[in-house]
């Protein structure tokens, strides 16, 4: 089936969602779940090729570790799918209500945004993810991730539509699109039949959509996520936060990727971090005044403080003051994650009001910026934009919203 074979479909299958209950949503999500379930062997099969293919031609471990698919991510993929069904459907709701002197009644309520198309990196899991998201939210969804993943995307789209169709559910709400680069053009030109675009992965991909898109885009952006150890840290649990933040998975956008430390304190937790580290196979790169605790440190160059390393590096350096972290955040953040460590409540006022991030932590692992950590599920992904929806987008965020204006004959004057 041609791409705009497959847009049409999705433009049919999002009129019929739009108007399912919650009852129907949840049998085809639970009916979707078991038949993923079922494909696991297949599913985990196809990925072993993937990720061979992908090492055979030297990709990166961290874009590996996204790949690969193992049966507790497959299961955690199941579970997503059954947790969107215990969710409550977002579709209806009335955002607010009130009733005009002459007795017309005004409603704002969530509907469907229609047909979502998804531009994503490796990453299998984003298919159930997405797939299972725009279906509760009643969206139909066309999904194209990359190359890399093509054999497991297609075992995962295989079973969800079979779900569906066991559920009574149209499949055509779930598509995945192949093939060349002439696809993704199409996709980001095919105003009038994609609703939304939403573009998860690398900067080229992102910067790509976003500029060369005719269709709305929702910006998932990149994570150069800082942690800012203040004067008044606590200092093991500044530790443990950013050992947290850096290693427990870090080829992922919430990792942390640049540690500030602030002078008052270097001397006495930089060498404990350096040496925490080390022991967790953490390279970190700076400049002398961080180089001077460890002849470990990698020098760093300027622009290393502006991207994701998604693997076991870091960046760090030492800041004299609370305004100078802010200052450095400011000038370096991708508007992803920000935390600081601090017993101070005038820093965190301070760093809590200053910083313009989707999230803002405060004495917590950046880990937790996550769909999933925050109760909604599923996530679409990140979003580090200000209109629609910005940070972790759950179901309310794949809705928009219209007015239902209900009266009794009154006409205006």
């Known amino acids: 089936m041609s791409f705009m074979d497959q847009a049409v479909a999705a433009r049919r299958a999002a009129q019929e969602l739009a108007t399912l209950d919650r009852a129907t949503k949840d049998?085809?999500?639970?009916?979707?779940?078991?038949?993923?379930?079922?494909?696991?062997?297949e599913l985990i099969a196809a990925n072993e090729a993937d990720v061979a293919r992908a090492r055979e031609a030297g990709t990166e471990e961290s874009i590996v570790d996204r790949l690969k698919l193992t049966p507790a991510r497959v299961a955690a993929m199941v579970q997503g799918l059954r947790d969107l069904a215990a969710l409550p459907d977002p579709v209806g709701d009335v955002v607010r209500g009130w009733r005009l002197p002459n007795g017309v009644s005004?409603?704002?309520?969530?509907?469907?945004?229609?047909?979502?198309?998804?531009?994503?990196?490796?990453?299998p899991n984003v298919t159930a993810d997405a797939a299972g998201i725009a279906l509760k939210s009643g969206n139909a969804a066309l999904l194209r991730g990359s190359s890399s993943a093509l054999e497991s995307n297609r075992v995962t789209v295989r079973a969800l539509r079979k779900g569906l169709e066991a559920a009574g559910v149209t499949p055509d709400a779930v598509h995945l699109v192949e093939g060349g680069r002439e696809v993704t053009t199409e996709m980001m030109t095919a105003r009038g039949y994609i609703d939304v675009l939403i573009p998860r992965g690398g900067a080229g991909l992102i910067n790509a959509v976003v500029n060369g898109s005719t269709v709305p885009v929702i910006e998932t952006g990149t994570g150069n996520c800082h942690v800012f150890v203040d004067a008044?840290?606590?200092?093991?649990?500044?530790?443990?936060?950013?050992?947290?933040?850096?290693?427990?998975?870090?080829?992922?956008?919430?990792?942390?990727?640049?540690l500030l430390v602030h002078r008052d304190i270097a001397d006495e937790f930089l060498p404990r971090a350096f040496e925490a580290l080390r022991g967790a196979g953490?390279?970190?790169?700076?400049?002398?005044?961080?180089?001077?605790?460890?002849?470990?440190?990698?020098?760093?160059?300027?622009?290393e403080f502006d991207g994701e390393y998604l693997s076991l590096d870091l960046a760090a350096k030492v800041v004299d003051s609370i305004d100078e972290a802010i200052d450095h955040i400011r000038a370096h953040t991708?508007?992803?994650?920000?935390?600081?460590v601090t017993e101070s409540r005038d820093s965190i006022a301070r760093f809590t009001a200053e910083i313009d991030a989707a999230a803002v932590l405060v004495n917590a692992s950046s880990?937790?910026?996550?769909?999933?950590?925050?109760?909604?599920?599923?996530?679409?992904?990140i979003s580090t934009q200000k209109l629609h929806s910005r940070g972790p987008m759950g179901l309310p965020e794949m809705t928009s919203t219209k007015y239902i204006i209900e009266g009794s004959g009154q006409t205006r004057a």
């Open 27 to 41: 049998r085809a999500l639970h009916a979707m779940a078991d038949a993923l379930a079922a494909a696991e062997a």
């Open 367 to 381: 880990r937790f910026v996550d769909g999933g950590e925050f109760g909604f599920g599923a996530e679409i992904g």
């Open 106 to 123: 005004v409603r704002q309520v969530r509907v469907p945004l229609g047909v979502l198309g998804i531009i994503y990196e490796a990453r």
């Open 282 to 303: 953490v390279t970190v790169h700076g400049g002398d005044d961080v180089r001077r605790f460890s002849d470990e440190v990698v020098p760093a160059t300027p622009d």
């Open 232 to 258: 008044g840290a606590d200092q093991s649990k500044a530790l443990d936060i950013l050992l947290n933040a850096k290693t427990q998975r870090p080829s992922v956008c919430n990792a942390a990727e640049t």
């Open 334 to 340: 991708t508007g992803h994650s920000e935390t600081i």
